[in-house]
């Protein structure tokens, strides 16, 4: 019992490490959201960091 555990958590490690692997390509489109004001925020910007905050309500 204890084998498939830690192969369970084996397989899961490599299959989250093979999902947030980096590639060595540019991202396709450009990657935006609109901020509060109505502009257009580019999240590829590489000259200025971008801090994102997700809110969930809480019912």
């Known amino acids: 019992m204890k084998k498939r ?3 369970a958590a084996l ?3 490599c299959a989250l ?3 947030c692997g980096s ?3 540019e991202p396709e ?3 935006s959201l609109v901020d509060e004001q109505g502009e ?3 999240l590829t910007n ?3 960091a971008t801090i994102l905050f ?3 309500e809480v019912g």
Request: charged share 25%; aromatic share 12%.
């Open 46 to 48: 590489k000259e200025r």
């Open 5 to 7: 555990w830690m192969l």
């Open 11 to 13: 397989l899961f490690a």
């Open 40 to 42: 257009e925020v580019s």
């Open 17 to 19: 490490l093979t999902a």
């Open 23 to 25: 590639a060595d390509v």
């Open 54 to 56: 997700h809110f969930t």
């Open 29 to 31: 489109g450009e990657l």
